[in-house]
Structure formats: C-alpha cells, structure tokens
Nanobody, 124 residues
C-alpha cells in the first residue's frame, strides 16, 4: 500500500523555522515527483512547491520564495520542506503528495497519493 506520512509541524513564533518531512512507505520516492501543498482555514488548498525525480525544484507561491526550500533524500525515501522566516500567513495544514511522472504540477488533481497533513502555526 502506497503511503506518505508528514511530520515536523508545530507552533512557532513569527520569524522562526520548521522542517517538514514526508516519508514514503510501500514505494520508493525516486520514481515520483513530490509536491508540497497547504490549506489555510477557509481557503482552498494551494501548491507551494514541487521537486522532480532528479532533484530540480519549482516554487509556486511567490511569498515563500527565498524562505522555503524543498529537498529530497532518496536513500531515506524522504522529501523535506525547510521553512524559514515563517509568517502568520504561512499558517495552515501542509500536505505532501506524489505523482509517478518526471514533471511537477501546481494542481492538486494531478497527484495520486497524499499524506494526512501536518499543522503549521506561526503565531506569537
């Protein structure tokens, strides 16, 4: 059974950092592009970033460019989202998702396997 599990969320003061992890079981991530999405209360889920099978990345949200970094460690079967200088508007549930192709997509409908999400709250 294909499964993704996110971890690393929590409560942090504005300006702080968190590193989210997305661990796969039942399959190897190196055959998949992995996307990070987030959903704030009352808002639609939006694509944040994506990392291709070869490690190239795309960032879809202008406000996180320069603050968020997506990496992958295929040996650990894990993808990471390093989030620095967090702002209150970054608050939401963060999800990782996998699609079994080379390329990335900003659209949630293009991903077939999803994690359960992890809550990130940036608040004083």
């Amino acid at each position: 059974q294909l499964q993704l599990v996110e971890s690393g969320g929590g409560l942090v003061q504005p300006g702080g950092s968190l590193r989210l992890s997305c661990a796969a079981s039942g399959f190897t991530l190196d055959g998949y592009a992995i996307g990070w999405f987030r959903q704030a209360p009352g808002k639609e889920r939006e694509g944040v970033s994506c990392i291709r099978r070869t490690g190239g990345t795309l960032t879809y949200v202008d406000s996180v460019k320069g603050r968020f970094t997506t990496t992958r460690d295929n040996a650990k079967n894990t993808v990471y989202l390093q989030m620095n200088s967090l702002k209150p508007e970054d608050t939401g549930v963060y999800y990782c998702a996998a699609r079994p192709v080379f390329g990335c997509s900003w659209s949630a409908k293009d991903y077939s396997t999803w994690g359960q999400g992890t809550q990130v709250t940036a608040s004083s």
